[in-house]
């Protein structure tokens, strides 16, 4: 009875704010509707026995290629279904990429490729890029001075 009671007084107590919107946004949603998939791709069944891939959250600091490619890895073990991997890909996010995940609008995810499109779309300038001769020449050392003739290096 006490439980009961806890939860009737639950129910009627105001929506407390906070200051955080994405947390207001979360809060006044249904949980089971917060997520940018369709219809089609909740309703993926995921495997009875599986466990949580054992892949390092990415969290928009790092290569996002290397991150889907790992993603794809591990879940394959799991699943051929790509809406099973569009369910579980949400799981292997953190920080600013998790961020971005709960912004996606409703229904805008239809296929594993819409949603990695997406993401490497976003995170795209986290790439490592690989050094050139025009990016090697314009290092500065300093605030001005260029390494334009670095010394050779000296034998030991």
């Given amino acids: 009875m006490e439980n009961r009671a806890r939860e009737s007084w639950h129910e009627h107590q105001p929506f407390k704010a906070f ?81 971005w995940y709960y912004y996606l609008p409703r229904n805008s995810v239809d296929s594993f490729e819409t949603f990695c499109g997406r993401f490497l779309a976003r995170f795209a300038d986290c790439k490592p890029m690989a050094a050139t001769s025009t990016s090697l020449h314009n290092v500065v050392q300093g605030e001005t001075k260029r390494l334009e003739n670095p010394p050779p290096p000296k034998d030991g």
């Fill in 19 to 99: 200051p955080d919107p994405l947390i207001n946004r979360i809060m006044r949603t249904n949980l089971r509707s917060f997520h940018p998939f369709t219809d089609e791709v909740m309703r993926a069944q995921l495997p009875q026995r599986w466990s949580w891939p054992n892949l390092e959250k990415y969290s928009g600091t790092s290569d996002p290629e290397a991150h889907v490619k790992a993603h794809m890895t591990q879940t394959q073990l799991l699943s051929m279904d790509m809406d099973v991997h569009c369910r579980l890909f949400p799981t292997t996010l953190a920080g600013m990429a998790l961020e």
